[in-house]
């Protein structure tokens, strides 16, 4: 009876362990997929903000209608 218990004990636990370690692998992905999406975001920004700076120190040569 008490070698039932206890290989169910070990059977729940590897069941346990397989699941956390399936759920970190998706843990790890998402924080690195955070970072480059904010990466992105903050290249982008800058590139805009240089672009808006640039316009305001160098006037157009066309006219404007």
């Known amino acids: 009876m008490t070698s ?11 069941l346990i362990l397989m699941m956390v370690a399936g759920l970190s692998g998706c843990a790890v992905v998402a924080v ?12 982008s ?11 305001a120190v160098i006037p157009d040569s066309s006219p404007k209608k």
């Open 32 to 43: 690195a997929d955070m970072a480059v999406s904010t990466v992105s975001t903050v290249v």
């Open 45 to 55: 920004t800058g590139v805009k903000a240089t672009g808006a700076v640039i316009d």
């Open 4 to 14: 039932k218990l206890s290989q169910s004990r070990a059977s729940a636990m590897l």
